[in-house]
C-alpha cells in the first residue's frame, strides 16, 4: 500500500520538497506525474481522459489511504472522488493552486461540487485563504476543510562554481526566473536591463513563447540580457547560488511564487514584486518593487547596494517560515486522522 500525490504536470516543486514530511508522517508516498497536455481543447479533453484511467489502475494497484490532488485541472479530482465513493476510508486532498480561485477554472462545470466532496482543501498562503473565505468563492464547500500550507522552504546544498556558458562576465548577475507568461512583466524587465548595461541578466523561458506573448526576438535583447530555455535542476541551483540578485515578479497579489521560496532556502537576496503574499511571507528579508522598469531598475541597483543586510535579514526570516510551516503541516496531520 502507497499512498499518492497526483500532478497533471511534468514537476512541481512544492510537491518535491512536502515529499519528505509527507512520508515521514502519513507513510510512503508516491508523486504521480503527467506530461502537459496539449493547448488545444480536443486533444487535451482526449489526453484528460487517458490520464483518469492511468490514475485509476495505478490508485487501483496501490491502494492508498491517502490521495492528494493537485489542482487545477479540477478533473484531476474525478478518479480519487470516484474511489472515495466506494470506500469510505479513502481520503481525498486538494492541493489547491492559486489559478483555481479565478476563472476559467473558478466557473469551470463540476469545478464547486469536486471541491465539495474532498475531505481537505489546502491553500497556499493566507491571502488566498482570506480571498476564498472572504468572497465565498467556493460556495458548496464547508470552510472548515479550507487550510493554509505554504511551500516548505527547501534545503539545498552549495554548490560548486557556475560555469561560464552563457558568456557571462564580471558584472554583477540577476538571475530571473521566468515562464515568459502573461503574468510576468517581461517587457519592463528587458528595458530595465537596457537601462542597466553595468549588470548581466540571466532569465529561464521558451524563447518561442517570448515571441508569441511579448513579440520579442533574439535580436532585440540588449547584450546583457541572456536567455537560457529550460535549464535541468543541477543547472537552474548553480545560477541561484552563483547570482547576485534574485528576481522574482508577478501581477498576482496572492502568489508566492516558487522561485522566492528556492531564494529563502539559499538565502538569497532577492527583489521580489510588491505584493500582499510575498510581504506577508518574506517580511523585510526581501526588497520590493512595483512592476514598471524604472521601479525595478531602482529597485535592483539598491538591493546590490544593501545586500549585505539583507542577506541578513533573510537568514530571519527563514527561520520564522520553517517554524510556521511546521505549525500548519501539523495542523493537516491533525485533520486527517
Not at 477554472?105 to 482570506?130: A, E, F, M, P
Amino acid at each position: 500500500m502507497k499512498n499518492v500525490f497526483i500532478v497533471w504536470t511534468k514537476y512541481q516543486a512544492r510537491v518535491e520538497n512536502l515529499l519528505v514530511d509527507l512520508k515521514k508522517n502519513l507513510g510512503d508516498f508516491e508523486i504521480i506525474y503527467r506530461n502537459n497536455p496539449p493547448a488545444k481543447p480536443i486533444k487535451k479533453f482526449f489526453f484528460y481522459l487517458r490520464y483518469m484511467i492511468k490514475d485509476y489502475k495505478k490508485i487501483k494497484q496501490e491502494l492508498p489511504k491517502i490521495i492528494f490532488v493537485q489542482t487545477p485541472p479540477s478533473y484531476a479530482l474525478i478518479v480519487p472522488l470516484l474511489v472515495k465513493k466506494f470506500n469510505k476510508k479513502v481520503k481525498v486532498v486538494c492541493d489547491l493552486h492559486n489559478a483555481m480561485t479565478r476563472n476559467p477554472w473558478l466557473s469551470r462545470l463540476g469545478t464547486q461540487k469536486l471541491l465539495s466532496y474532498c475531505d481537505i482543501i489546502v491553500v497556499h498562503n493566507k491571502v488566498v485563504y482570506d480571498n476564498v473565505i472572504n468572497n465565498k468563492l467556493f460556495k458548496k464547500v464547508d470552510h472548515n476543510k479550507i487550510i493554509v500550507l505554504e511551500d516548505k522552504t527547501p534545503y539545498f546544498q552549495k554548490n560548486t562554481t557556475y560555469i561560464d556558458k552563457h558568456g557571462i562576465n564580471s558584472k554583477p548577475l540577476i538571475f530571473f526566473p521566468a515562464s515568459f507568461n502573461m503574468d510576468e512583466p517581461i517587457l519592463d524587465v528587458i528595458k530595465c536591463a537596457k537601462n542597466l548595461p553595468h549588470f548581466q541578466f540571466i532569465m529561464t523561458g521558451n524563447q518561442k513563447k517570448l515571441k508569441r506573448n511579448f513579440n520579442v526576438l533574439p535580436e532585440d535583447l540588449p547584450e546583457n540580457v541572456v536567455i537560457t530555455g529550460w535549464i535541468e535542476n543541477d543547472e537552474y541551483i548553480k545560477l541561484l547560488f552563483e547570482c547576485d540578485i534574485l528576481l522574482g515578479l508577478t501581477i498576482y497579489n496572492d502568489i508566492q511564487m516558487s522561485v522566492s521560496n528556492e531564494g529563502l532556502g539559499a538565502e538569497k537576496v532577492m527583489v521580489l514584486s510588491d505584493t500582499k503574499a510575498l510581504r506577508e511571507i518574506y517580511k523585510n528579508g526581501a526588497l520590493y518593487t512595483k512592476n514598471d522598469w524604472k521601479s525595478i531598475m531602482k529597485a535592483l541597483e539598491y538591493a546590490y547596494n544593501s545586500r549585505l543586510d539583507l542577506k541578513e535579514n533573510i537568514k530571519k526570516v527563514k527561520r520564522l517560515k520553517e517554524v510556521r510551516y511546521g505549525e500548519q503541516f501539523s495542523s493537516l496531520v491533525k485533520k486527517l486522522f
